[in-house]
């Protein structure tokens, strides 16, 4: 089984930067691609990015497309993503999970989600 932890979440101002990490357990997380959600009161839990098991396929929705960066570092079980230029729609809870289905961008397509982290962007 597989458990994820999220952090670095935090309250920053408009067009200010956080970087989020997620620890994952067991042997076989580089084996794995790596999503990133979110989801904010009231609404649908949203695609963010998706990172493949190697680091060479990367996806992002086209909202934070050219502001945020997905990684990870096999060797440390970890994935991160750093947001830059945030914007006050960007205020969310964060979940990094496993992906296990076709979709990538797809909720249904990811299993074993963390507890998430939440971001907070003032306007």
């Known amino acids: 089984q597989v458990q994820l932890v999220e952090s670095g979440g935090g309250l920053v101002q408009t067009g200010g930067s956080l970087r989020l990490s997620c620890a994952a357990s067991g042997r076989t997380f580089s084996s794995y691609g790596m999503g990133w959600f979110r989801q904010a009161p009231g609404k649908e839990r949203e695609f963010v990015a998706y990172?493949?098991?190697?680091?060479?396929?990367?996806y992002y929705s086209d909202s934070v497309k050219g502001r945020f960066i997905i990684s990870r570092d096999n060797a440390k079980n970890r994935v991160y993503l750093q947001m830059n230029s945030l914007k006050p729609e960007d205020t969310a809870v964060y979940y990094c999970t496993v992906r296990t289905g076709s979709v990538a961008a797809a909720a249904s397509s990811y299993d074993y989600w963390g507890q998430g982290t939440q971001v907070t962007v003032s306007s």
């Open positions: 990172i493949s098991s190697g680091g060479f396929i990367i």
